[in-house]
């Protein structure tokens, strides 16, 4: 998986996450988003005084609009924040092209506890919840207030509690293959 580890990469991750919020450029979640690339940008590169300001930054968006998000964390291309509230994300990794809405809650089950991987092109549905040491396929949909706390496969739509695959697709947007 690619990281910003150079100003070239850095800008590359920037473009596409402003492409991915091209509508919402000049709101807070691009903002955040800048702050958190550019930080962990300082963090792979040991930029220690400009990584502390980078962090203070991001911190600041994040307390003003409800943004959690570790910077430690590799995060792929074009992620888009749908909506602007309460969004906690503390995968292992992250793969592209995530959306993620409000209330969103990515991390692990108890303190010490490992964090999900998440693979590309995943949407989560809003007030969703991702729990504990599983793997998220790629091209998957989980669905509104679905509380995922076990391995999902590729190109799936998830809903409930507990989550259960409840059609496969062909996408991220839930197309279902043709029968």
């Known amino acids: 998986m690619?990281?910003?580890?150079?100003?070239?990469?850095?800008?590359?991750?920037l473009k596409a996450d402003l492409k991915a919020n091209e509508n919402r450029k000049r709101t807070c979640a691009y903002k955040y988003l800048k702050w958190l690339r550019i930080s962990r940008f300082f963090y792979?590169?040991?930029y220690r005084m400009l990584g502390v300001f980078a962090r203070k930054m991001k911190n600041h968006y994040g307390n003003k609009y409800g943004f959690d998000f570790n910077y430690r964390v590799p995060i792929g291309k074009?992620?888009?924040?749908?909506?602007?509230?309460?969004?906690?994300f503390f995968p292992k990794s992250a793969g592209e092209n995530l959306i993620l809405r409000?209330?969103?809650v990515v991390g692990n089950q108890f303190s010490g506890g490992e964090c999900p991987s998440i693979g590309n092109n995943v949407a989560f549905g809003a007030g969703c919840k991702v729990l504990g040491s599983i793997k998220i396929g790629?091209?998957?949909v989980i669905g509104a207030n679905a509380v995922v706390t076990h391995d999902i496969?590729?190109?799936?739509?998830?809903?409930?509690?507990?989550?259960?695959?409840?059609?496969?697709t062909k996408d991220r947007w839930g197309t279902p293959f043709e029968e």
């Open 2 to 13: 690619e990281d910003v580890t150079s100003w070239k990469k850095l800008r590359e991750f």
């Open 44 to 46: 792979l590169n040991n």
């Open 78 to 88: 074009g992620l888009t924040i749908a909506h602007n509230s309460g969004v906690v």
């Open 102 to 104: 409000n209330f969103v």
């Open 138 to 140: 790629n091209h998957v």
């Open 153 to 168: 496969p590729d190109n799936s739509v998830v809903a409930g509690i507990p989550a259960k695959v409840i059609r496969k």
